[in-house]
């Protein structure tokens, strides 16, 4: 049964396969396991600590990697801003950023 087409998704397994093709969800159930492993295994109880550092911190660069490159994809498919329009969105962002700053210190005083 082909899960691509929505309308023959069940209402579990077809979200559940959406998930699981997920390379960010497919890296932290791999560390996830790798973790297990290292922390069941009695020979590896010398080096227990640094294996699942090692396992977490390559697995959240990973997954940090995997959404710099959707964001970048992204942000290709989306047609260039003008520089008119670029100037817009830095001075309101700017603006945004003054309002906020001014909130915070009028609620702290």
């Known amino acids: 049964m082909q899960y691509d087409n929505k309308s023959q998704r069940t209402p579990i397994i077809g979200p559940l ?4 093709k997920s390379r960010r969800v497919l890296v932290a159930m791999v560390s996830l396991i790798v973790g297990f492993v290292v922390s069941v295994v009695p020979s590896l109880e010398p080096v227990q600590t640094e294996l699942v550092v090692l396992v ?3 697995a959240l660069a990973l997954i940090g990697g995997y959404s710099m490159e959707d964001a970048a994809r992204a942000a290709r498919s989306q047609p260039p801003l003008k520089p008119d329009d670029v100037q817009a969105a830095i001075e309101q962002a700017v603006t945004a950023a003054i309002v906020e700053l001014r909130e915070r210190t009028d609620q702290a005083e």
Not at 17 to 20: E, S
Request: no cysteine; aromatic share 0%; proline share 0%.
């Open 56 to 58: 977490v911190t390559l």
């Open 17 to 20: 396969l959406l998930v699981l």
